[in-house]
């Protein structure tokens, strides 16, 4: 019973290290402002072309991919900042991997972008 009682006190406190995580994400983090500030955006622009369900899901799904990419880039560089703060090649690698996750997700996000929006403006 008691231990049943910490796991779910454990899940609590485990949910609001991560909301915290959010907040300083959407209030500190330039790039990750800039990226909400585009998916509010691209979601405005979703409604005034009247999206589909399906298409709105692949919407929002691009969005998400992009945001949790680029916030796990963004704690990947802070742990190297931290480890490391002086130049060092293999950072520099591994800041590199990290930012190409975030370009990964870039590169479908533009697909999906793609495929919902060209028959809406060429058919
Ligand atoms: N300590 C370091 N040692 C070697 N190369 C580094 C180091 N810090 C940054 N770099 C290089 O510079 C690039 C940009 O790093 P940085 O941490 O500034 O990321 P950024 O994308 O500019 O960050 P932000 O998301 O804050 O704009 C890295 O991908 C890496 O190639």
Redesign the pocket.
Known sequence: MNTERNFFLNRIKAFKYAAKGFWILITT???IIAQAIIGIIVTIFGFIMNLSATEWLFQIIAIALILVA?SL??GI?KL??FV??????????I??I??GAAFFAAIFAVIIGLIIYIPKFIL
């Open positions: 983090e330039k790039s680029e880039n963004t560089e190297a900042d490391h703060p002086e130049y060092h090649k293999e950072i520099g690698r800041k590199d990290s930012a």
